[in-house]
């Protein structure tokens, strides 16, 4: 691991191992003696409770007060998501193909790139130089390796056009078989939000145990090496992984809890934008105001051994996340509402002099 904290852009390693300890060093082990199960187990319960009603509770504000303005603005009457939803599935005639599979994937496609053209034209031009203070590891990537964006950019486009289409089409039949999906009449509200805390769950689980499996040394080498290139991870790299790795941790976890729950397609739409505009954010290198804090997968990908989860319930439990706790980026872990930088207000210690 000699050459993870380089100055490259990308940071490719070369000389590491073929996996990483998921059981951090004696350091880590000394304090997880310290710390007992039974006290991350209740504090990985208190986390589930209040990450699930805080999404709750925001995703119920936010849509009443879009419909409000919305409503407004274009004067529509009754239920806005309703009529706009029945435009939608009339305009098209409720064909399963066009609104489950192309629909689907146009979704899922013109989120994860309006995301990432924003960090994109950061990354490579250096612009506005005002959002360069939020970059969590400075001077990583600044700018972005040319060559190396382009190797990840072909892997992506192999990713999202030929692996998740070929992924949705073998979703079809069982989101089918599981019920009809494709619906003229939308869910409740109060349906949704019990819908959004199920897929919360699964995803975590999904993702967390599968990412696990892959730092295995079995698996390390041969698939999870590639998504590890990049310890200072940009945006694009979100989906930057071998085809296997994208399958069992992306797009499995993901679609787990809307298969089980045989959730109306437009929830799945919702879904989608939620998962992937969070998976853009935790690997963006940046922590900007207002945005959902990206410190802990970043922490992941400098480090390896931490931060194996999305929601940090199950590293709670599992004590994957004692580095990551006595940590800086621990401390800047936090949802930033001002314009200073966290790494200002909680910056590195500085380093000891040999």
């Known amino acids: 691991m000699a050459s ?60 009443n007060t879009l419909t409000w303005h919305l409503q407004k603005c274009w004067g529509a009457s009754g239920d806005f998501w309703q009529a706009l939803w029945v435009k939608v599935f009339d305009y098209f005639e409720g064909d399963a193909f066009i609104i489950g599979f192309i629909g689907t994937n146009l979704v899922a496609c013109i989120t994860f790139w309006a995301l990432n053209a924003f960090f994109l034209f950061m990354d490579i031009t250096g612009r506005p130089a005002f959002l360069r203070r939020y970059k969590i590891q400075e001077g990583k990537n600044d700018p972005v390796s040319r060559p190396q964006l ?6 992506v486009l192999f990713n999202q056009f030929v692996v998740t289409s070929m992924y949705s089409l073998l979703c079809m039949p069982i989101v089918q078989w599981r019920g009809d999906c494709i619906l003229r009449e939308l869910p409740t509200v109060h349906w949704v939000l019990v819908e959004l805390a199920v897929f919360l769950i699964f995803e975590e689980i999904g993702f967390y145990y599968s990412h696990r499996m892959l730092h295995h040394p079995m698996f390390y080498k041969h698939i999870h090496k590639l998504h590890h290139e990049w310890t200072s991870p940009i ?28 959730s109306h397609i437009a929830t799945i739409w919702m879904w989608f934008v939620m998962v992937i505009s969070s998976a853009v954010n935790a690997h963006c290198g940046y922590h900007l105001p207002f945005f959902p804090s990206p410190e802990a997968h970043d922490f992941h990908h400098l480090k390896f051994t931490n931060c194996f989860g999305t929601l940090g319930i199950l590293d709670r439990l599992h004590g994957t996340d004692i580095l990551f706790r006595k940590s800086k980026q621990y401390d800047r872990h936090i949802l930033l509402t001002s314009l200073t930088p966290l790494s200002s207000t909680f910056p590195d210690s ?3 002099s040999k």
């Open 4 to 63: 993870l904290m380089s100055g490259d852009s990308c940071h490719v390693v070369e000389d590491e191992p073929c996996c990483h300890p998921i059981v951090d060093d004696n350091e880590s082990t000394e304090i997880e003696a310290k710390e007992p199960k039974k006290n991350r187990v209740k504090q990985s319960i208190h986390k589930s409770f209040f990450i699930l009603g805080g999404v709750i509770i925001i995703f119920a504000a936010i849509r």
């Open 150 to 155: 382009m190797k990840a950019l072909k892997v």
């Open 235 to 262: 945006g694009l790299t979100a989906i930057y992984a071998h085809p296997v790795e994208h399958v069992l941790s992306s797009l499995i976890p993901a679609t787990l809890g809307p298969i089980i729950m045989g």
């Open 350 to 352: 500085p380093k000891r």
